[in-house]
């Protein structure tokens, strides 16, 4: 009973995230300047990463974790140099 | 048939509880970052899914797997330090940025602060000059 529960619950998550993944591809899509574009895609790898998480609760392995922990730090490198690209017209000075 | 790791009933109640929660709180500040109207507004948005929606997740992911493994496996705390730490420091850059943008273009006027009715000067119009 308590595994169903949570097999639902964790669908159901996965639905949210996805949702939220594709409000961020429309503002990515949409944006009217470029900075929405960047903040779109800031939120998209966020939600990216948690959307993994839950594949790595629903299967019981590691390995999602990790390659959660490498989006992480990807994405925050990418909007740093998107933010300095926006700045100076040129990101490393 | 659902797929769902084999967990004893208070762990799988908690770890959907949690998985549930911080989803939920992550869709709410993507559909902020969707319907809000201006740019400065919407960076507010979406650190509604970095901040709460991740450290719930992280916290079903480290009850999910503390259990199985029957040890305490905290290695999630790597993630919610490290977007913690980078979120705040990614956005100001962002911001900053984009003020820059703004303000090269002539129209930062209308996102800068503005003093609260009671102290502004009352004859003065909603366009009144700010060009210092």
């Known amino acids: 009973m308590s595994t169903l529960v949570l097999g639902w619950s964790l669908v159901i998550a996965q639905v949210m995230l996805a949702l939220a993944m594709a409000a961020a591809a429309f503002r990515i899509i949409r944006g009217p300047r470029a900075q929405d574009r960047v903040l779109g895609l800031d939120t998209l790898y966020v939600n990216a990463m948690l959307l993994l998480l839950t594949f790595g609760i629903r299967s019981g392995s ?3 974790f990790e390659a959660a922990l490498v989006i992480a730090m990807i994405g925050f490198v990418t909007t740093v140099a998107l933010s300095k690209f926006l700045m100076r017209g040129e990101v490393i000075e | 048939m659902i797929a769902s790791p084999d967990l004893p ?5 908690l770890t959907a509880l949690f998985v549930l929660l911080g989803a939920g709180l992550t869709l709410t500040g993507s559909l902020g970052l ?3 109207r201006q740019f400065y507004e919407r960076v507010h948005a979406p650190t509604l899914g970095t901040t709460l929606g991740t450290v719930f997740v992280l916290i079903a992911s480290i009850i999910c797997f503390s259990v199985l493994q029957t ?3 905290v290695h999630e705390i790597l993630i919610a330090v490290f977007i913690t730490v980078t979120t705040p420091v ?3 850059l962002l911001v900053r940025a984009a003020l820059f943008r703004d303000r090269v273009e002539g129209n930062a006027r209308n996102f800068e602060w503005r003093a609260p009715s009671s102290e502004r000067n009352v004859t003065s119009a909603p366009t009144e000059d700010r060009s210092s």
């Open chain 2, 9 to 13: 009933a208070w762990a799988a109640l």
């Open chain 1, 62 to 64: 590691t390995l999602y």
């Open chain 2, 71 to 73: 040890r305490p496996v």
């Open chain 2, 34 to 36: 969707l319907r809000l």
């Open chain 2, 90 to 92: 990614s956005l100001i």
